[in-house]
């Protein structure tokens, strides 16, 4: 490796070294979800040579049909992370209940939420998906956790990230010190910095939503789409592009790198679920990234990170991005 070049590994034990009385726990714990991560993006990549395309022909707790490499993620995320000690319980948008650490090995003060494979509607077809994860400190009892433990606000998490497997795999990390991306280098199969201290441009003419649901969106959000797409002859006097991956991981890293705005609203057809995307696997990891990058993330009424969970698979609309385009909706929710 050049000189220049910091893995992560050297950055989060520099990291440590900041914080007074770290006992080494949390960078060990990182190590270990970064292991899992770089041996879910060997499987994506590997994809059809070693036949984990697919549907496993199973539903998750959500009523999603489960891919087959979503299962394979979750188990090594969780055979990955249960045996070093460091954590207490674990919980996944695949399973259920909460996983409590087995009682063959000791438990420790954290807490993992993941989402093994977000996006995982585009593996099939090639498209960038990747990992979301979380991490909480337990409060109370570590010793018998309960979901109870999990329910906390945003507002907690000790460290969020993301992996995305796509044309190359990176790794974007949150301790709440702002943002930091690492590209893995296949030769040395190390992740290394190469995105650091990343900041949302506050101002935006790109927006992604799935535009197939328009004619179940509230007002605020119609509003605001039609004027993007009015563009230069509209409110806005310029003109908008649009993408959507159907991949978070992937919507939230090009805003990362180039700005813009991301919704999955709340709408008529899933009102009674709250929304479509997880609060504990995708919202709040991705709210706190976003926030730490300079950029905002809102349910439209309400900033994510504020929410006081309720239930471990509770969902919530997100808006979230460049700070004025998101405050600009925000706004056109209180006008309604
Ligand atoms: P998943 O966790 O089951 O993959 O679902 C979450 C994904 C997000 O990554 C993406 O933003 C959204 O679902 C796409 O939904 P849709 O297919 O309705 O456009
Ligand atoms: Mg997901």
């Known amino acids: 490796m050049q000189n220049n070049r910091v893995s992560l590994t050297q950055f989060i034990i520099e990291e440590q070294r900041r ?6 726990d949390f960078t060990s714990l990182l190590n270990d979800i970064v292991t899992a991560c770089k041996q879910i993006s060997g499987l994506v990549n590997k994809g059809a040579l070693v036949g984990v395309l697919g549907s496993a022909g199973s539903e998750n707790v959500q009523g999603e049909t489960q891919k087959k490499l979503d299962i394979i993620s979750n188990e090594i995320f969780l055979q990955t992370n249960e045996w070093a000690g460091h954590l207490a ?94 590209t893995l280098d296949q030769s040395i199969g190390e992740f290394v910095l190469t995105h650091a201290n990343i900041q949302i441009p506050a101002d935006t003419n790109e927006f992604a939503i799935n535009a197939s649901n328009m ?3 509230e007002k605020p959000v119609k509003r605001y789409v039609d004027e993007c797409l009015a563009g230069k002859t509209g409110e806005r006097d310029k003109d908008f592009n649009m993408r959507w991956v159907a991949s978070m991981v992937a919507e939230v890293h090009r805003i990362l790198t180039r700005g813009g705005v991301f919704m999955y609203p709340l709408d008529s057809k899933m009102k009674d679920k709250g929304g479509k995307l997880r609060l504990m696997y995708e919202a709040n990891p ?17 900033r994510i990170m504020d929410i ?26 209180q006008d309604a």
């Open 19 to 24: 914080v007074k009385g770290a006992t080494g």
């Open 89 to 182: 319980a674990m919980a996944s948008e695949e399973m259920d209940d909460i996983y409590p650490i087995p009682a063959r090995y000791p438990r420790g003060k954290y807490l993992l939420t993941f989402d093994p494979l977000d996006g995982s509607s585009n593996i099939d077809v090639n498209v960038s998906v990747g990992t979301i994860f979380s991490i909480l400190r337990c409060p109370g009892n570590c010793e018998n956790p309960t979901a109870e433990a999990f329910l906390q606000p945003g507002t907690q998490q000790v460290c969020a990230g993301y992996a995305i497997y796509g044309p190359s795999t990176m790794m974007v990390l949150t301790t709440g010190h702002g943002v930091n991306g690492f």
């Open 215 to 217: 004619r179940f969106w």
């Open 286 to 302: 991705m709210s706190f990234i976003i926030e730490q990058a300079g950029g905002a993330s809102s349910t439209g009424r309400t």
């Open 308 to 333: 006081q969970p309720t239930g471990l698979h509770q969902r919530v609309p997100v808006i979230l991005g460049s700070r004025n385009e998101v405050e600009r909706i925000i706004s056109y929710h």
